[in-house]
């Protein structure tokens, strides 16, 4: 009798449970299957992965690791920390350690050369006869050998490409292992294309605003989370889950070639715009928000460079061996911190902090005074666990930099290791010792070997038990981050959603209105702005000659107008006879000198080292250290790398031949100058001979000459100092803010931190009152 009680309750309940079954509904389209569930979560899936579907209570789970049961992370309705615990407990140390690194640049599709080449069924793209959207060899092989499930994608072909590829990846990830879905990733893409034509009811391939010191220069908070917000959308419509990005090092070195990437040298203000930029990024509202603010529209950020990377000695950058050094003269090394822990760890949304932080390449010379360790921040426990996550309480992703753990070639190669300090140590005992620092994720990597043999190591040292739990705390944070966005319930796009999305009239416009807020009014002598329209204008040609960029890669020479000339003629008669000219427009780009290091001079007897110069003319380095505070590297005999008395001049010398010599040839007539910028630089050289001088830092042609003929009004400011010349920039210390004598102008105008104009003087309101040099 009990016997058949049990199974008539039993009958019943499977009865009801299929009664319930009925509640939820599903639409397939193509291969992707999305299911609705009342009042739950939206499920995604494809047919091709073999992921059955689990009813409970009346709702749709998947049944990601295929056992027939609904465990913790598979159910929607908990936690996300109850969820990333149970899948963590799961997982094989194989599965951790590939959920441990984050690919090289992926390409989409991968080109047939280079150091980002792929192949397509052992062919090159061209000649496989694959399709765009189609994955790799490669990629195949570190999804599934390796297990890596953090992908980072460089350039895309088009929008409606990175969603075939998104949803390509996403269903090989969710059909092998534990169905863990692939968390795509970008780094900074919403730069703008300087020739092309905006107009209000345009679109395009992605958003355009300036860049990050152009979105500083307004000094507006809410324009930077309005930006975030966009491009958050605008990435999760292209199945970009995580964003390397914002950069928040203070750039207290002017000289810095990283400096345009950060918020300025203002640590307040840097901070402000680290936290809105994450609010942007990390918020979803609505029926978009699963919880905690974190939801479908939501990007993870992860902030960089912890500590700070704006340091380097005499200018030079950590991406190579020459660089590596952090220096500290003015010993100001917990202020680098400012971004970080009164902006990024501390957001007005309900996310909290960022979810991810990289640390630097650097060495931060002689601030582990816990260790003394002389390795990079990377590698370094002190910076680590006791300062970030200690002291800071930071309980979030850690992931370095890219390559940190190879071998270096060479002192002056980019696409090279950067293992500074542990140049001895082999590849895993790397892994090691970034694994025992307390970072979680390895940058770069598309290899697990090191990692497992990481691993094996700590068993050795410290017995299974402890190295279990080690890499399981990294598997619940890095798990977290992908809960967080949805991406186990639905990673997949609809092609024709995203396309509506990425890159809308709205999103286009709001980028524009940015980069006509961005731009700084230096000079404006007697007013002769805004220019009249239709008025006759003679722009000069500009010449580039033969370099090499960031990258190392060489630049060809040429000669071409700087601005996209159809544009210019909508707004101006043009000429080339400056007789004819009511005005000159000069279009230049600040001076760029190098990277501070030639190995030339090494083959003629030097050390390589050579100044970085912020003018255009020959510099030389008479007030430099005689003795460097910091050097070495395994390719040196020699630890100083002073660069005193060496001179240098910009590769780019002929933009200040440009405004000297219009303004010749225009014979007292205006002479108007455009210069993009990059860096602090010294306008002593050819401010005497501009009528009016408009910064940018990264805009489209069209958003300048808006500005020039007054369509809008300029209102930025400058987020950094201009040097009155190269002896401030000399004496100036390298970790310290606003410490340098400014450029002041033949109308008295001092281009310091915060200074701008607009058509009827120099801006002084609300936002010059809040972000002042004290």
């Not at 073999?50 to 992370?73: E, M, R, S």
């Not at 765009?132 to 195949?140: E, G, N, R, V, Y």
Request: proline share 4%; with cysteine; aromatic share 10%.
């Amino acid at each position: 009798m009990k016997k058949s009680t049990i199974c008539f309750a039993a009958i019943c309940l499977l009865q009801t449970s299929r009664l319930q079954a009925q509640q939820w509904s599903e639409k397939i389209n193509g291969t992707i299957s999305t299911v609705t569930n009342p009042k739950g979560q939206t499920l995604g899936y494809s047919t091709t992965s073999g992921v059955k579907l689990i009813t409970v209570n009346g709702l749709a789970f998947k049944d990601l690791n295929k056992n027939g049961k609904l465990d913790q992370y598979e159910d929607w309705r908990l936690p996300v920390a109850f969820r990333a615990k149970d899948l963590a407990a799961q997982m094989t140390i194989e599965q951790i350690a590939g959920l441990m690194l984050y690919s090289r640049h992926q390409p989409v599709p991968s080109p047939a050369k280079g150091i980002f080449a792929g192949t397509y069924n052992g062919k090159s793209f061209p000649e496989s006869g694959a399709a765009a959207s189609d994955l790799t060899d490669q990629q195949k092989d570190f999804l599934t050998k390796d297990n890596v499930r953090h992908v980072l994608v460089t350039s895309v072909q088009s929008p409606e490409v990175a969603v075939q590829w998104n949803n390509n990846i996403q269903a090989l990830t969710e059909g092998i292992g534990l169905g863990i879905p692939a968390n795509n990733s970008s780094d900074p893409r919403h730069g703008t294309v300087a020739n092309a034509e905006f107009n209000a009811g345009a679109g395009g391939a992605i958003s355009m605003w300036p860049g990050s010191l152009g979105l500083a220069a307004t000094f507006d908070p809410s324009v930077v989370k309005n930006f975030g917000h966009i491009a958050a959308l605008e990435y999760r419509a292209m199945g970009i889950a995580t964003a390397l990005s914002p950069q928040v090092d203070m750039a207290t070195e002017p000289r810095w070639n990283r400096f345009s990437g950060t918020f300025g040298e203002h640590p307040k203000l840097a901070a402000d715009m680290a936290r809105a930029y994450i609010d942007g990024f990390q918020t979803s509202f609505g029926d978009k928000e699963i919880s905690g603010g974190w939801g479908y529209n939501s990007v993870n950020a992860m902030v960089k460079h912890w500590p700070g990377g704006g340091s380097g000695e005499g200018g030079r950058d950590a991406h190579y061996g020459f660089g590596k050094y952090a220096v500290y003269p003015g010993s100001n090394f917990s202020q680098h911190f400012t971004p970080f822990t009164e902006g990024a760890f501390k957001l007005n949304g309900k996310t909290a902090k960022a979810s991810a932080v990289m640390p630097y390449y650097t060495i931060s010379v002689n601030q582990d005074i816990k260790n003394h360790d002389k390795v990079a921040n990377n590698y370094n426990s002190y910076i680590i666990t006791d300062l970030l996550r200690k002291k800071y309480h930071y309980d979030g992703v850690v992931c370095t930099d890219w390559l940190v753990t190879g071998d270096e070639a060479a002192v002056d190669l980019f696409i090279t290791g950067k293992s500074w300090g542990t140049e001895k140590l082999s590849v895993a005992q790397r892994h090691y010792k970034i694994l025992m620092a307390g970072v979680d994720q390895f940058g770069g990597n598309n290899d697990a070997v090191p990692v497992i043999d990481a691993y094996n190591m700590g068993v050795k040292e410290h017995g299974e038990a402890f190295m279990r739990a080690r890499f399981e705390a990294s598997a619940v944070r890095l798990l977290t981050n992908i809960f967080h966005t949805g991406l186990f319930e639905n990673p997949y796009l609809d092609a024709e959603a995203s396309k509506n999305t990425v890159g809308n009239a709205a999103f286009m416009k709001a980028g524009y209105d940015a980069q006509l807020k961005s731009m700084v009014l230096l000079k404006n002598s007697n007013k002769v702005l805004p220019l009249q329209k239709q008025k006759t204008v003679y722009l000069p040609k500009k010449f580039t000659p033969a370099g090499r960029n960031f990258l190392g890669m060489e630049t060809p020479e040429k000669l071409d107008y700087p601005v996209n000339m159809n544009i210019v003629k909508k707004y101006f008669n043009t000429t080339d006879n400056p007789e004819e000219a009511d005005y000159a427009l000069v279009f230049i780009a600040s001076p760029n000198s190098g990277n501070g290091y030639n190995s030339e001079d090494v083959k003629a007897g030097g050390n390589g080292y050579l100044p970085i110069s912020l003018q255009y003319g020959e510099y030389k380095a008479a007030d430099a250290r005689a003795v460097s505070l910091a050097g070495g590297d395994q390719f040196e005999n020699f630890t100083n790398r002073s660069y005193k008395d060496k001179s240098i001049k910009a590769i780019n010398i002929t933009d200040l031949a440009m405004v000297n010599d219009t303004y010749v040839k225009m014979k007292g007539k205006p002479v108007i100058v455009s210069v993009n910028v990059s860096n602090p630089m010294v306008f002593a050289e050819f401010e005497k001979n501009a009528s009016a001088i408009l910064i940018n830092f990264g805009v489209q042609d069209q958003a300048i000459l808006d500005i020039l003929t007054g369509k809008a009004v300029p209102s930025g400011l400058l987020p950094m100092q201009m040097p009155a010349n190269m002896q401030t920039v000399e004496k100036q210390k390298e970790d310290v803010p606003l410490d340098m004598q400014c450029y002041k102008d033949a109308a008295g105008h001092v281009y310091d931190f915060g200074f701008g104009m607009n058509f009827k003087g120099v801006i002084k309101d609300a936002r010059t009152l809040k972000y002042t040099k004290k």
